[in-house]
């Protein structure tokens, strides 16, 4: 099986939805426009995520590596009594892919783009930071710089913060 691609805009939706112990650490991957809402993001994303499984739809496929054979072995031990292991097959690996999902996520960020937003990576604040933050929720995305970072809520939602 395909390990799971963290695209920016699932891992927005994904980390409103995990709670602060099992994120904090976590960067917050998502889209970003400073100005906007993050009921705007979740909107614009939601639209786009539509958008581009209509125009670029799942086209789940199976594929099966080969099977290995393990040859048959004769093993005695010391009064010439053996013992024969071996001689079967083992069946190949099956593993599911959409060969479609690159193309997808390149239609949702090209959808993203039209409306101004660019994918970010925002790292997780220090433990200092985050406890000397007054508990809040960001609701409009502000301009990011090198010191900005997240803190995560226990409700699921984040606040950034610009650290110094």
């Known amino acids: 099986m395909k390990p799971i691609s963290l695209r ?6 994904a980390l ?3 709670s602060l112990g099992a994120a904090a650490c976590a960067p917050l991957n998502t ?32 594929r099966r590596g080969p099977p290995r054979y ?7 031990n010391a009064d010439n009594k053996c013992r ?15 060969p479609n999902e690159g193309l997808r996520n390149r239609v ?3 959808c993203m783009a039209d409306q101004g937003f660019a994918p970010v990576s ?10 000397a933050a007054p508990p809040r929720a960001t609701t409009t995305l502000p301009a990011l710089n090198s010191n900005s970072c997240v803190i995560r809520n226990n409700n699921g939602s984040f606040q950034i913060v610009t650290r110094g």
């Not at 920016?8 to 939706?13: D, K, Q």
């Not at 393990?70 to 005695?76: A, L, T």
């Not at 024969?84 to 959409?98: K, M, S």
């Not at 925002?122 to 406890?131: M, Y």
Request: include cysteine; hydrophobic fraction near 35%; proline fraction near 9%.
């Open 108 to 110: 949702e960020g090209q």
């Open 84 to 98: 024969y292991t071996g001689g079967f097959y083992v069946p190949g690996r099956v593993e599911t892919f959409d």
């Open 16 to 18: 409103m939805l995990v």
């Open 70 to 76: 393990v040859p048959q072995r004769r093993r005695c």
């Open 122 to 131: 925002i790292p997780a604040c220090p433990n200092n930071v985050a406890r």
């Open 31 to 62: 889209y970003y426009k400073p100005g906007a809402s993050v009921a705007q993001v979740n909107r614009a994303t939601t639209a786009c995520e539509v958008k581009a499984l209509r125009d670029v739809p799942i086209s789940t496929q199976v």
């Open 8 to 13: 920016p805009s699932r891992t927005a939706f």
